[in-house]
């Protein structure tokens, strides 16, 4: 089963830019769709983006669309999310997930990271 780690969050001013890193280990990475899902503060968890597996196009929320970017690294088993044009409402706690199969629902993601928090001031 893979695990996953999340960094690079941190405190932003809005229209600023940040990076985050999703580490993998444990598992075939090339067989795991890997998610970004987010938590704003008192709301439900909600996606943000997909990199999926290779024969699969990514996805983003219509919110992010146009400022978020999603890649993978195989060489590294490594996602990343480059986050521009960053606005208060993209305050949250960021997780990376994992699963085999191309899903968007967070509630179906069967590996999660920790998360880290991204704070956007205005």
């Known amino acids: 089963q893979v695990q996953l780690t999340e960094s690079g969050g941190g405190l932003v001013r809005a229209g600023g830019s940040l990076t985050l890193t999703c580490t993998t280990s444990?598992?075939?990475?090339?067989?795991?769709?890997i998610g970004w899902i987010r938590q704003p503060p008192g709301k439900e968890r909600e996606f943000v983006a997909l990199?999926?597996?290779?024969?699969?196009?990514?996805r983003y929320a219509d919110s992010v669309k146009g400022r978020f970017t999603v890649t993978r690294d195989s060489a590294k088993n490594t996602v990343y999310l480059q986050m521009n044009s960053l606005q208060p409402e993209d305050t949250a706690l960021y997780y990376c997930?994992?699963?085999?199969?191309?899903?968007?629902?967070?509630?179906?993601?069967?590996?999660w990271g920790q998360g880290t928090q991204v704070t956007v001031s205005s």
């Open positions: 990199a999926p597996r290779v024969g699969y196009n990514t």
């Open positions: 444990g598992g075939t990475f090339e067989t795991y769709n």
């Open positions: 997930a994992g699963d085999r199969y191309f899903i968007t629902n967070p509630a179906s993601y069967t590996y």
